[in-house]
């Protein structure tokens, strides 16, 4: 009986702190509560998507530059035979790539998207190569080749257009310089 009031007495405790953290007006490591996202100003970096088949086009935004394993749980028992989850590696994947620019592109992406659209997954797959370049460079500082990769979405609502690029292999190449050439 004793355990079972410690017991709630603590999870009650619990509960309380949780609430008056999450719900307090300064939380308990004394920094007010602040829920303004920080941004992160893109605007000086560019991306430069290339490919064999088009120009190489500029974008200012770039995401899933990246890969992931799932995730597999798997039940063991220690030496001392406690039954325990245990993560490994599962199949190997990678991020869809994400591109944004403030105004359409090259009419050679949207052709890229339309073959993809009438002619299929084989006639539209494109190994491709994205450059990060920082301010005022010409020389990047990173760049990312993308094997077998197609337009799985490409959209322009007004503000902005939108490329997303599904692909079969991504590597980073490295980075080649952070060097202050000006970029022509």
């Known amino acids: 009986m004793n355990r079972r009031c410690l017991w709630f007495a603590l999870c009650a405790g619990v509960a309380a702190l949780t609430t008056w953290t999450l719900l ?3 939380p308990l490591w004394g920094q007010p ?3 303004t996202p920080i941004a992160i100003s893109s605007e000086s970096y560019l991306f430069v998507l290339e490919t064999a088949d088009h120009q190489p ?6 995401s899933g530059l990246g890969s992931y394993h799932e995730v597999e749980e798997q039940p063991g028992i220690t030496t001392a035979g406690t039954l325990v989850m245990g993560s490994t590696p599962g199949v190997l994947g990678y991020h869809q790539i994400t591109l944004r620019r403030p105004a359409p592109s090259d009419v050679a992406i949207w052709q890229w998207r339309r073959t993809m659209e009438t002619k299929g997954l084989s006639s539209a797959l494109r190994s491709g190569r994205i450059s990060l370049y920082g301010p005022g460079s010409s020389t990047p500082l990173a760049r990312w080749t993308f094997t077998e990769g197609w337009p799985a979405s490409l959209v322009f609502d007004g503000t902005q257009e939108e490329l997303v690029i599904v692909h079969r292999g991504l590597e980073r190449e490295g980075s080649t310089s952070t060097g202050g050439a000006t970029r022509s």
């Open 57 to 62: 086009v500029e974008y200012t935004e770039c």
């Open 33 to 35: 509560v602040d829920d």
């Open 24 to 26: 307090g007006e300064d």
